[in-house]
């Protein structure tokens, strides 16, 4: 079984910060690309920002230099500090990843359950 967990999430003042983790455990023997997505009430879901292995990073426009993705491989975590944090970014962050859980085996994808960020004054 794999499982990612998000975590970090909360209410933040607009120009706030906050820093989303997403740690994987389980059968794991190497992660690909990791993701943040976020889904606002009533919208689809959208692509955040990623980052391969190699941390090679894509944003959004919208979080372009507000936002910055990481990975620590040895600990299979990914983050996301979030800075100028605006209402509009209120939404349920998820993290996804492609994981190879075993040598011989291909690549799934799976998401973890979800954190609760909130931009309000």
């Known amino acids: 079984q794999v499982q990612l967990v998000e975590s970090g999430g909360g209410l933040v003042q607009p120009g706030g910060s906050l820093r989303l983790s997403c740690a994987a455990s389980g059968s794991i023997f190497s992660i690909n690309d990791m993701g943040w997505y976020r889904q606002a009430p009533g919208k689809e879901r959208e692509l955040v920002a990623t980052i391969t292995r190699g941390a090679s990073t894509n944003y959004i426009k919208s979080v372009k230099g507000r936002f910055t993705v990481s990975r620590d491989n040895a600990k299979n975590t990914m983050f996301l500090q979030m800075n100028s944090l605006k209402p509009e970014d209120t939404a349920v962050y998820y993290c996804?990843?492609?994981?190879?859980?075993?040598?011989?085996?291909?690549?799934?994808?799976?998401w973890g359950q979800g954190t609760q960020v909130t931009v309000s004054s």
């Open positions: 996804n990843a492609d994981i190879k859980r075993l040598p011989w085996t291909g690549v799934s994808t799976y």
